[in-house]
């Protein structure tokens, strides 16, 4: 990032000095304006070169409340590549097995959310809690894990992130059909209406 904004400044300080020298020795024009108008070309040609930030395909400046909703899903990414690491860690066959699962589906909703960031903010509990649970209990778990614990208590908490585990992934596969519920509703009307249409025609 620091690379690319040197390469702006650059840039616009070569458009603003050729612009200050063709005016200034070339047209002879006012030394003074020659400087305003230098400066207001770097400026805008600086401004101009800013990359501009994109959930997925669509501008973050063209959504509504684009910034909150771009820094709702790094939220979400930030978990997704803690359940990521976590689960590597994981020596438990079962628990590792329910905790990738988790991770594909959390893969699918975030895959889905960068097409369709208008949805962001349908997807809110998923982000802030369901996921961040997960991402919280698996963390645990492997902190758990590396401590060599055995006692009862200690034993106990690992089953029961088990069941937490399956559950969030019950959870995660709901949130993930509640968000794609439109999609799923437009494909519903479109074949009714073609089945409707079958008949009408008498198609075999």
Not at 20 to 46: D, K, M, P, R, S
Not at 152 to 173: P, S
């Amino acid at each position: 990032m620091k690379r690319k904004e040197e390469v702006r400044s650059i840039l616009s300080g070569l458009a603003a000095a050729v612009f200050f020298l063709a005016a200034f020795l070339g047209l002879h024009w006012n030394f003074f304006l020659c400087i305003v108008l230098a400066v207001l070309l770097f400026e805008g040609v600086y401004l101009l070169s800013r990359p501009r930030r994109r959930i997925g395909k669509i501008i973050v400046e063209d959504l509504e409340n684009g910034e909150e909703l771009e820094k709702k899903l790094e939220e979400a990414r930030e978990d997704f590549e803690n359940i990521r690491r976590s689960m590597k860690q994981i020596e438990d066959a079962e628990l590792r097995e329910q905790s990738e699962q988790l991770h594909e589906t959390a893969a699918r909703i975030l895959k889905y959310l960068e097409k369709h960031p208008e949805k962001i903010g349908m997807a809110r509990r998923f982000i802030d809690y369901y996921q961040d649970t997960a991402s919280s209990l698996l963390g645990k778990y492997v902190e758990l894990q590396e401590s060599s614990l055995k006692t009862e208590e200690a034993l106990r908490l690992k089953e029961d992130t088990k069941g937490a585990i399956k559950t969030l992934n019950r959870a995660f596969e709901q949130q993930f059909q509640r968000l794609m519920s439109s999609e799923m509703l437009d494909m519903d009307a479109e074949i009714k209406l073609l089945e409707k249409m079958r008949k009408m025609e008498g198609i075999t």
